[in-house]
């Protein structure tokens, strides 16, 4: 079992950046990849981004791909999501995911645990 607790959402202008950090709890933080996803209302929650269990493989969607950096720190249980140039589209509840598998991080279903989600609006 694994407990995930997102931060750092917030209102921001058109082109400046948040940093949404989660913190996970409960058992090995580094037997986890993780995944950051995001829901508007009424729309399927969409992949942003992944990082697999070491660090070394990180995955994004074409529409943050140079704009969000994905990282992650095992020894201290948290993985972030840097976002910058930020659009109004990016608005969004943001939401943190891990899974034990270390293949198709891009896919929703993949993942078992999901934090309570923190709020980003980016305003034009």
């Known amino acids: 079992q694994v407990q995930l607790v997102e931060s750092g959402g917030g ?3 058109a082109g400046g950046s948040l940093r949404l950090s989660c913190a996970a709890s409960g058992r090995t933080f580094s037997s986890y990849a993780m995944g950051w996803f995001r829901q508007t209302p009424g729309k399927e ?3 942003v981004a992944a990082i697999n269990r070491s660090g070394g493989s990180r995955y994004y969607a074409d529409s943050v791909k140079g704009r969000f ?4 720190d095992n020894a201290k249980n ?5 976002m910058n140039s930020l659009k109004p589209e990016d608005t969004a509840t943001y939401y943190c995911a891990a899974t034990a598998l ?9 993942y078992a645990y ?7 609006t980016v305003s034009s």
């Open 69 to 72: 950096t994905i990282s992650r």
């Open 78 to 82: 948290t993985v972030v999501l840097q």
């Open 102 to 110: 270390n293949y198709g991080l891009p896919v929703k279903a993949n």
């Open 114 to 120: 999901w934090g309570q989600g923190t709020p980003v």
């Open 45 to 47: 929650r969409e992949f």
């Open 11 to 13: 209102l921001v202008q």
